[in-house]
């Protein structure tokens, strides 16, 4: 296996302690995709960058959308890959997760045991399930060809004492959905993800406009905005299939709650495999406005409630 590239921004050499915050870790990397062996494959290079991950003793090490299996996949691709919660990748993400000492947010292709088949993101940690979230908003044709949308809300989980909420890709485009995480404790929010530039639509056709860099934009005001810890952790490189070639923006980050990144993938790491490792920690961060506060100022008020799925 090549090198994996490392860059960090710490605060010291001791991570965060308990409830203060959290050190994070994000995985970027070009992946094989959607076969048996590409499965294989990943989770050998997942073991690879937890294991390195736990050098920098990374409290939260994430992986990008779909990772065990890859993204751009068929739906008859999605039902051969997909694994129950219970299934081998989870399985193998709950021993590295007490072997090496780091919660690991992984996502894989689930298959429920009602037959369906979502975009799921597993949370373990200390070698248990903490959460397993399914992909509530589906972006595209293709997404809604291959998964079911999920029916539960994005949830919030204590790791290092300190709250992690989950979305996933499109999701972290969608300003309530920050709102309803942050009003249930989150002071984090990590969002795996496949951004492509350019990429094959579900009815062949190559698109004319890339995926939008939601990192120049919609990332750094979502954390501002909420004052919110968000991690962006996408993929890089291609992957290629019979359809086409997909090619990601490798645009992983970390950016604070006054809106600025701590750590941010740069050219190199868009040409290696690399690990993105800061520290979150909320009382090292200035305040973002002399005396307003968003989320204690806000007068309207959000039903925590999921509408039928389109």
């Known amino acids: 296996m090549s090198p994996i590239r490392a860059v960090c921004r710490l605060n010291s050499q001791e991570p965060p302690y308990a409830g203060s915050g959290i050190r ?6 070009e992946n094989p995709v959607g076969t048996p062996d590409a499965v294989e494959a990943n989770l050998r290079r997942l073991h690879e960058a937890v294991r390195m991950a736990s050098m920098y003793r990374c409290q939260l090490t994430v992986f990008p959308e779909c990772y065990v299996t890859g993204y751009a996949l068929s739906p008859d691709e999605c039902q051969q890959l997909a694994e129950p919660s219970s299934g081998d990748t989870v ?8 072997r090496y000492e780091t919660a ?3 996502p894989y292709v689930e298959r429920a045991s009602r037959g369906t088949v979502h975009d799921s993101i597993a949370l373990v940690s200390d070698g248990e399930l903490v959460a397993n979230y399914r992909k509530t908003h589906l972006y595209g044709a293709a997404e809604r060809a291959n998964f079911t949308a ?3 809300l994005p949830p919030v989980s204590k790791i290092n004492q300190y709250p992690v909420g989950l979305l996933n890709c499109y999701e972290c485009e969608f300003p309530p959905l920050y709102q309803s995480l942050v009003q249930r404790g989150a002071g984090l929010v990590v969002g795996p993800t496949a951004a492509d530039q350019h990429f094959v639509l579900h009815d062949g056709t190559p ?3 890339p995926y939008p860099d939601a990192t120049e934009h919609i990332i750094p005001a979502m954390a501002s905005v909420w004052r919110v810890f968000v991690a962006y952790a996408n993929r890089r490189g291609w992957e290629s299939t019979e359809r086409g070639y997909w090619q990601y923006r490798g645009n992983s980050g970390v950016w604070a709650p006054d809106g600025s990144a701590l750590v941010a993938a740069g050219p190199e790491e868009r ?5 993105l490792v800061s520290d979150c920690v909320p009382d090292r961060i200035p305040p973002f ?4 506060d968003h989320y204690s100022d806000l007068r309207v008020s959000l039903r925590h409630e ?3 799925a389109t």
């Open 104 to 106: 690991i947010a992984l």
């Open 91 to 98: 399985t193998t993400a709950c021993e590295l997760s007490l």
């Open 289 to 292: 406005s002399p005396e307003g």
């Open 306 to 308: 999921l509408l039928p």
């Open 150 to 152: 999920g029916t539960e």
């Open 207 to 209: 698109t004319r406009v």
């Open 24 to 29: 994070l870790g994000i995985f970027q990397a």
């Open 271 to 275: 040409s290696v495999d690399s690990l």
